[in-house]
Each structure stands twice: as structure tokens, then as C-alpha cells.
């Protein structure tokens, strides 16, 4: 198969940026055989991050599994945000970490960061250990951290599932048929696990600590509620460009 006939098998299955894609697959296939599956993956509907194995964000490279999420560009706002409140000696959480995409840009900004992650998914999991070759748990949200992380979290960055479960029909298909439905669906308003993550930060965050959590523009005032009923000094930010919304909480104590 010529790189022109994978232009045009691209672009009949309906990929917008077929060329670039093309590019892509032609550079990461190792072999003729290679390159025919994974075309026709690409064309089956798999998300082209999960097609090639890596995503790029944030200018990193970030490996990418069968259904685990794939990291989107608007959480480039959250990942810029946590870096700047972010000391060199900070100890960080990256919950719901997914692929572990924020985790692995904030130790790359901040290299003497002590980080830790978690997630529920043993996909994404399996996934994070290999970007980030460190601490990755396994487990439902504050569950899965090791005890003696309470009360000393500066950081806790989280892209937790916010989409409502309604909407979830309504995605594209790369997301809802490709990728863990654990990672898409946030309950009836989208806000079911932002909901238990501010209502157990305090107890997790050091004096001082900061909780980032990336939600809509639409849920953005709900949230800030969530933090300040949980005792967190609330604020929220966003970034017209990448359509990000991002709600940062500190705590009082």
C-alpha cells in the first residue's frame, strides 16, 4: 500500500486529517505487514493515539494502550497549571491518572517532585507504570493511596470522568466504542466523582495544598460549590483556545 492509497483509504473512512495521519502510520509501521494492520485498525474506528501507541502532549511523548484514555489536548491547560503552582520538592498525586499523561509532564517540568498516581482501570494503570516507571496504584480514587500520603499532598491533580451519561451516546465513536467507559462517564450531571474527589481533598491535601481538576465551562460554577462546601478557597480558569475549563481549590489550613 503506497502512501497514496493510504491517504485516500483515510480520508473514504472518514479522517479529517487523513495526509497527516498517513505520515503518521507510514513513519511507525516497521513492516509492510505492519503498516496493513494498522490502517486497517485506523480505519475500523480506533483512535489513531491508540493505533500508533504514544500521544503527544504537551510536547512529550506519552504511550497509549487499547482503552485507555487518550490524552486530550484541552487537558494541556490543566498539566500548565499544575506546573506553575508546582515546587521542585512538592509531593504530587495525579488521580484518575489514565496514562499518566499530567503526572509524567509535571516530573518533567519539576524533576525533584515526589509523584505518586492512581486509577481505578487496571488498563490504564498498566499504562502509567510504563510512562511513569514509579508509583502507580490501583484502586478507587483516595482508596488506592498509600496511607502515609495523608495530609501531605501539595499537589492533586486530577482529570477525573465528567461527561454525563446521557451524553456519552453522543461522543465520538474513537471515545465511546475505543475507550474505558470508566474514564468517559461522570454520572448524571457529569459531576458524580468531582463530587467524592473535593469532598475527601482536605484530608489529603497538606496546609496549603492545591487540588486541579478539569471540568466544562457549563459545570465550572457547580464545582467551585463542591470545593468551597468541602473547605477549599476556590477559583477557576479557562483558555478560549484549547475550550479548557480548569477549577483549583486550596486549602485553608
Do not use: K
Amino acid at each position: 500500500m503506497t502512501p497514496s492509497d493510504i491517504v485516500l483509504t483515510l480520508r473514504a473512512a472518514g479522517c479529517v486529517f487523513a495526509e497527516d495521519e498517513a505520515d503518521l502510520i507510514v513513519a511507525a509501521a516497521t513492516s509492510p505487514a505492519e503498516l496493513d494492520d494498522m490502517v486497517s485498525r485506523r480505519v475500523s474506528g480506533l483512535p489513531l493515539e491508540q493505533v500508533l501507541g504514544w500521544a503527544e502532549f504537551c510536547g512529550l511523548r506519552i504511550l497509549v494502550e487499547p482503552t485507555v484514555f487518550v490524552p486530550r489536548r484541552r487537558s494541556e491547560l490543566l498539566a500548565s497549571s499544575a506546573v506553575e503552582i508546582t515546587a521542585e520538592d512538592a509531593t504530587v498525586v495525579d488521580l484518575c491518572c489514565g496514562t499518566g499523561a499530567l503526572g509524567a509532564v509535571l516530573r518533567a517540568a519539576r524533576p525533584g517532585i515526589d509523584l505518586h498516581a492512581a486509577d481505578i482501570d487496571p488498563a490504564a494503570v498498566r499504562c502509567a507504570r510504563r510512562n511513569l516507571h514509579g508509583q502507580v496504584y490501583e484502586g478507587d480514587l483516595y482508596d488506592a493511596l498509600p496511607d502515609h500520603l495523608r495530609g501531605r499532598v501539595d499537589v492533586l491533580v486530577v482529570n477525573a470522568p465528567y461527561v454525563p451519561t446521557e451524553a456519552i451516546g453522543t461522543m465520538p465513536p474513537e471515545a465511546r466504542l475505543h475507550e474505558a467507559r470508566v474514564a468517559l462517564d461522570g454520572g448524571a450531571d457529569g459531576l458524580d466523582v468531582h463530587r467524592r474527589v473535593a469532598a475527601d481533598a482536605a484530608a489529603w491535601l497538606a496546609p496549603g495544598g492545591h487540588l486541579l481538576i478539569e471540568t466544562s465551562a457549563r459545570q465550572a460554577p457547580v464545582a467551585v460549590g463542591l470545593f468551597e462546601r468541602a473547605g477549599l478557597v476556590a477559583r477557576t480558569l479557562t483558555d478560549d483556545d484549547l475550550g479548557a475549563t480548569v477549577v483549583i481549590g486550596t486549602s485553608r489550613r
